[in-house]
């Protein structure tokens, strides 16, 4: 079994997966900043701009920040959380100069929400409640007892001593084109719709927040259906 340290600590990878944490590829209401690795990303110039470069971030990684500062820690998806967190401390731990992206960068966030699409869009003082500095959400790049407790319980699948912190419910926003079994086919994405039989055609679902569970995927509770008109 593959095993990483990461200070003193060892954790488990076998689950662990890297595609999942790219840069503005975030789990539903978590706290998430932006990390490059500053002495291997290429940098880029525009002939149009002379004199002016910037980093390339496409290798980069999105890092769940630890428990403790989650905001919306009741909505949150445990499992996917800690799986998501893991990977990217794992990451971060293979490069050689870990590198918040710049604040002012145009393409890649340094720190937001993942919330729904719909939400409204604060700046980020407002959403958590203060403005972080530079060496608080860089403490974020290093594990946590947290991160120790969730994880070594997730490796168990539910068998293990649940911790206070854990809970099995959390929230969850589908779109209808998750939803739908007919989303790939021709007219889906048209006003008109999906043919389906003569005079019959199926548009695209509402999208819906729901309630599910991590110890039952089958459970699946609408608690607010949306409205798009």
């Not at 710049?102 to 937001?112: A, R, T, Y």
């Not at 070594?152 to 926003?173: A, C, R, S, V």
Request: aromatic residues 14%.
């Amino acid at each position: 079994m593959k095993n990483f340290t990461y200070g003193t600590k060892q954790f488990d990878t076998e689950k662990v997966n890297i595609e999942s944490i790219r840069h503005n590829l975030v789990i539903d209401f978590c706290l998430c900043i932006s990390i490059f690795d500053r002495a291997e990303a290429t940098i880029e110039r525009d002939e149009d701009y002379p004199g002016e470069w910037w980093y390339n971030f496409d290798d980069g990684i999105t890092l769940v920040a630890p428990y403790e500062e989650q905001t919306e820690w009741s909505d949150i998806n445990c499992a996917e959380f800690i799986e998501k967190r893991m990977a990217g401390l794992n990451e971060i731990g293979k490069m050689k100069k870990p590198t918040l992206v710049s604040e002012d960068d145009p393409n890649v966030s340094q720190i937001e929400i993942g919330w729904p699409w719909d939400h409204e869009v604060k700046p980020i003082e407002e959403e958590i409640g203060y403005k972080p500095s530079m060496r608080r959400m860089r403490s974020w790049m290093k594990i946590r007892k947290s991160d120790e407790i969730l994880w070594n319980y997730y490796l168990t699948e539910g068998n293990g001593i649940e911790p206070k912190m854990w809970h099995d419910y959390y929230t969850q926003f589908e779109t209808g084109e998750s939803r739908d079994w007919y989303s790939g086919l021709p007219g889906y994405d048209t006003g008109q719709g999906v043919y389906m039989s003569d005079g019959v055609y199926a548009t695209a679902s509402d999208p819906e927040i729901v309630i599910k569970s991590i110890s039952n995927p089958e459970k699946r509770e609408v608690i607010q259906p949306w409205d798009l008109i």
